[in-house]
């Protein structure tokens, strides 16, 4: 009995044994699963999210850089890379908005910051002074549309944040170097620390500052973060220290760094921001630069903006929960309060275009039956916009400038070449897209700051009567610049000046299939068949 019972007891014990290093395998073999999982995912992860997501959508927008070969308003050269050519090396045009200082310095300091490198370096080529500027912009769109996939997701889900970045405008903007594309791209970022509902990434400095920085900017920037700033005030229960600690000091210090920086560059202590306020806003005298009727962004400046998505806005608008109403307040704020300007454009409501995806990915992610046909349609529909806007429409004078180059580095004769452009004001690029002192001329187009009742402009006065002016500005054989550049309404109209100069067309360059007022289909370069010298004015 003794025998058996021994060997009972050395059984269960083997078996117990057995089991504990079954268990410990287990633990062990567990262990050596998980540990490298969790060591990996930190490298895997940038800007919280996942790398390849990241790379994928840096990628898109370097692409989308390289594939909007046109112009869309003179504001994306003449008050950015112009302005900072002209602090590197010391040549180009500053408009009268720089004379009379409503325009500030810290935008234009970014990209005299990339061209001073690039001289340090010696790689100023002129194709490296175009297209760095605007890759850097890509890449400052790209870390927006991550901001704002990462709050969808966190707000919503994975799938509903995928449809809130697809876009024609957003295509065809976001690359592009104006004041308005760094005013989305801080809109977008401001948004992802503000406290929103269900929002994980609320920071109230963070949010703050960038709104800050935006309004430093573009001061208009101000205006959909009015609606939004007041919500977070009346729910915050320590109203005065968001003010006492937050708001004040960092304005203060967003101000005074853009006062410095002015500082340095005006040469004297000047507030840009109250400036330009007071001249589009208070005062309402963009209206020189052209005008609409109050419900021009409602009834044509919004529906073209969001294109194709409009009904789906529509749709998300009245699916969408209560935490997305402030959202909708700061579109329709937004709108109305640039209904009360006289001067339009549709970039001036490009800020609030991430606002109104949010309600069209609603309504993407809350579709059924016809979720895959509008899908279809929404890709398609958005990528022939984006690809005939960026490719097609209104490209000629940016390909025209690159014939401007070609007579300063291709051309043995180089210092004898003159330009005139004889096209509505700013149509083109200027020195920042010829990168060499050449003279060249344009028709001027400063508003009237002194009140006068009849006043026309430079280019007003030409188009006016073009041959009577050309006689009397060029008089003297010698005056006459070697090329003339003009859109093709204007050749007939001129052409008697044209043969008895002795002017020949050498190039051709398609502009647009929807030419409109003092804007022709083609731009035409002639060429002085007898050289002369050129007075540059």
């Known amino acids: 009995m003794r025998q058996e019972g021994d060997d009972s007891r050395l059984f269960f014990r083997g078996f117990q044994n057995r089991s504990q290093e079954k268990m410990k395998l287990r633990k062990r073999k567990s262990t050596l699963y998980l540990s490298p999982r969790k060591s990996t995912l930190p490298h895997g ?293 640039y209904s009360m300007l006289s001067h339009k454009e549709f970039r001036f409501i490009y800020p609030v275009l991430p606002f109104c995806m949010v309600f069209c990915g609603y309504s993407l992610n809350h579709l059924k039956t016809w979720k895959k046909p509008a899908l279809s349609f929404l890709f398609l529909s958005n990528m022939l916009l984006a690809l005939y806007t960026g490719l097609v429409h209104q490209r000629g004078t940016l390909d025209v400038m690159t014939h401007v180059q070609e007579l300063c580095y291709n051309k043995p004769n180089k210092s004898s070449a003159s330009v005139f452009i004889m096209m509505p004001c700013h149509s083109t690029p200027y020195y920042s897209h010829v990168h060499y002192p050449l003279p060249m001329r344009f028709l001027q187009c400063p508003p009237d700051l002194t009140g006068k009742s009849q006043y026309l402009d430079e280019a007003d006065i030409f188009y006016l009567n073009p041959l009577n002016w050309l006689d009397k500005e060029f008089h003297n054989d010698s005056t006459l610049p070697t090329h003339l550049i003009i859109f093709s309404i204007l050749e007939e109209e001129i052409s008697t000046f044209l043969i008895s100069s002795n002017y020949e067309r050498t190039a051709v360059f398609f502009h647009t299939h929807l030419p409109e007022g003092r804007t022709g289909s083609h731009i035409y370069v002639y060429e002085r068949k007898l050289k002369g010298t050129f007075n540059k004015r």
């Open 45 to 337: 992860d940038l800007l919280g999210e996942n790398i390849y997501l990241v790379l994928f959508t840096i990628a898109l927008r370097i692409c989308n850089c390289f594939l909007v070969q046109t112009s869309f308003v003179p504001d994306e050269y003449w008050q950015s890379l112009e302005v900072a050519h002209r602090m590197v090396f010391n040549y180009g045009y500053l408009t009268w908005e720089w004379t009379e200082r409503l325009r500030g310095y810290t935008y234009p300091l970014i990209f005299a910051s990339i061209y001073k490198v690039l001289h340090l370096l010696r790689k100023d080529n002129v194709q490296l002074l175009i297209w760095i500027p605007r890759l850097a912009q890509a890449l400052l769109s790209a870390i927006a549309d991550i901001r704002l996939y990462s709050l969808m997701k966190q707000l919503e889900n994975q799938q509903m944040a995928k449809w809130v970045l697809c876009s024609w405008f957003t295509w065809y903007c976001c690359t592009r170097t104006l004041t308005n594309t760094m005013e989305t791209v801080l809109t977008i970022i401001a948004l992802f620390y503000y406290p929103l509902e269900g929002s994980k990434s609320m920071n109230s400095v963070k949010y703050s500052s960038l709104v800050a920085l935006a309004f430093v900017i573009r001061p208009t920037a101000i205006i959909p973060w009015i609606p939004l700033v007041f919500r977070h005030f009346w729910q915050e229960q320590k109203k005065l220290d968001l003010i006492l600690h937050q708001f004040l000091p960092i304005g203060f210090v967003t101000l005074s760094l853009s006062l410095i920086v002015d500082r340095i560059f005006f040469g004297q202590w000047t507030l840009v921001q109250y400036n330009f306020l007071k001249f589009n806003v208070l005062q309402n005298l963009g209206t020189f630069y052209g005008s609409h009727p109050w419900h021009w962004y409602f009834s044509q400046g919004f529906p073209a903006v969001l294109g194709t998505h409009l009904p789906f806005f529509i749709h998300g608008c009245f699916l969408a929960p209560k935490r997305y109403r402030i959202l909708l307040v700061t579109v329709l704020w937004t709108l109305l309060v």
